[in-house]
């Protein structure tokens, strides 16, 4: 049998195991997140978020009954890890291990025969809350102190510290951080505000704050948290094409309060209600390997032209991606890199900021005012298809059939396993010289995976078959993706495939 101690709730705090009817403690030597995520399973606990060291919820006064143990992660108890044997070890209580799990899974049983959820995971009740909101995954913050709920004040708020609501609730990651009571004032006590998280902390009591009641707010200024663990909030991955399929009536917007698909903050989407969402806009890529990446072709009196590459860089690429829904700029190819255009040439000298919304509000000389040839032409290559879509009401089902510019193989699922990277059309792995939790970050942001769990290295899920893109990798954990991050030119590295990089997230 196997228990915490002194944590928060059933889900957190000092591991201990029973043996010969003794409760007794887990030494920390060589304990990470693949023991805490075995302890977590053996509980029923959700995902293992972090494996503290050094009694962090206080010292055991029996038994040191486990050291050393060497899991990989899958196991379904910890009795069946390597370890040394009962009691063996050269510990004391100060080295007591703990884990912080994302909280009790609970199957529900659907309750609706139309709905695409089979089962819900509710973590148990936790010293933390979000209340008047759709479902428990949305809300207004509330937190439990000295036995009395009471709310956070929005000074300060923002998506860090929604992240670390959303994650201590296992609500997954954090979509919005709403301020002004967006679900409706609170009652009680303002126990919070001027709260100061890194994203990174495993509860909000961790994050820098005011003392616990002191504040200058009033309820009007309660803050909020809307999470993607939300059933009904969905983002979809990075992808060159997808489907939505809507199956309950009402979906739309037509009843019930839902809301409508067309409030989507996406440019350029059309939204009718068999097709769901279908992208219209007056630029194309045309030539490239799928429909975020090639020739640049923009539509003017009924014809599609090109677009001249003198001034063309990156700002005018973002510009062109943005208006696509593709995503980040990767690059901005000039001398026709995607072949040569046969009709007009519509623009050039183009000028953006970067900021725009479609490149007819940039800075350019007149339509068909140019001196270029289609040698020319300019293109652009973007990261993928990036949109989110909230829906505060129903659920409904994403196919995604197609992959990104990254991807992660050979894991458990789509969501862990080596880093490969897409260029020139061609798949290839990560070094792992310098990779870190801060690239991981960037990974599973990318892939549309959430938060890192782990950075790996030394091929954990294998080695790959093919080139190695990228070494020496240093992400500051802000990029929208990889290609963000400084890096080796592509293809430089001094590594072999025993190095290649992994990430769970």
Request: overall charge negative; hydrophobic content about 30%; proline content about 5%.
């Amino acid at each position: 049998e196997i228990r915490l101690v002194g944590g928060p709730n059933r889900c957190s705090g000092r591991v201990e195991v029973l043996h010969k009817d003794v409760w007794g403690t887990v030494c920390d030597d060589q304990w990470d997140l693949r023991e805490a995520k075995v302890v977590c399973r053996q509980l029923g606990c959700g995902t293992a978020l972090s494996a503290p060291r050094e009694s962090k919820y206080g010292e055991g006064k029996d038994q040191i009954w486990l050291s050393d143990l060497n899991c990989k992660g899958t196991e379904g108890s910890l009795a069946e890890c390597e370890a040394k044997p009962w009691g063996d070890n050269i510990c004391n209580h100060v080295e007591d291990a703990s884990v912080e799990c994302s909280g009790a899974q609970r199957l529900v049983p659907k309750l609706l025969p139309h709905s695409f959820l089979a089962g819900t995971e509710i973590p148990e009740p936790g010293p933390i809350r979000l209340v008047g909101g759709p479902n428990r995954c949305a809300g207004r913050v509330e937190v439990l102190h000295e036995e009395q709920w009471g709310s956070v004040c929005h000074d300060n708020w923002d998506l860090n510290d929604a992240q670390v609501v959303c994650k201590q609730l296992g609500c997954g990651d954090a979509v919005l951080a709403p301020i002004g009571a967006k679900f409706g004032r609170g009652l009680g006590t303002i126990w919070l505000d001027d709260v100061n998280c890194t994203g990174t902390e495993a509860a909000l009591s961790e994050c820098p704050a005011r003392p616990w009641g002191d504040h200058n707010c009033y309820h009007g200024e309660d803050a909020s948290a809307v999470c993607s663990g939300n059933p009904s909030v969905l983002p979809l991955l990075p992808a060159i094409r997808w489907r939505l399929r809507l199956p309950l009536a009402g979906i739309l917007g037509e009843e019930g309060g839902h809301t409508p698909m067309h409030s989507l903050s996406m440019p350029s989407l059309d939204v009718s209600a068999d097709s769901g969402i279908t992208v219209s806009t007056s630029v194309r890529l045309v030539g490239g390997p799928n429909r975020c990446s090639g020739r640049v072709e923009v539509l003017h009196k009924d014809v599609w032209g090109t677009v001249c590459d003198d001034q063309w860089d990156l700002r005018e690429a973002k510009v062109v991606c943005r208006q696509l829904g593709c995503g980040t700029a990767l690059s901005a190819p000039r001398e026709s890199k995607y072949g040569e255009g046969k009709d007009q040439i519509w623009l050039s000298d183009l000028n953006c900021k970067g900021t725009e919304g479609s490149l007819a509000e940039c800075e350019a000389k007149p339509w068909g005012d140019n001196i270029c040839n289609h040698v020319e032409d300019a293109s652009v290559e973007c990261s993928g298809c990036s949109l989110n879509i909230y829906f505060l009401g129903i659920g409904a089902e994403v196919d995604i059939p197609e992959e990104g510019p990254v991807r992660l193989v050979d894991g458990p699922n789509k969501c862990a396993g080596r880093v490969e990277v897409l260029h020139e059309n061609r798949w290839g792995s990560v070094c792992d010289d310098d990779w870190d939790m801060k690239d991981a970050k960037v990974v599973c942001k990318q892939v549309g995976c959430g938060s890192p769990l782990s950075a790996l290295g030394g091929a954990r899920y294998g080695r790959g078959p093919d080139i190695i893109w990228l070494d020496d990798v240093r992400c500051n954990g802000t990029e929208e993706s990889i290609f963000d991050c400084q890096a080796r030119p592509w293809g430089e590295h001094n590594c072999y495939h025993g190095e290649d990089a992994d990430v769970v997230c």
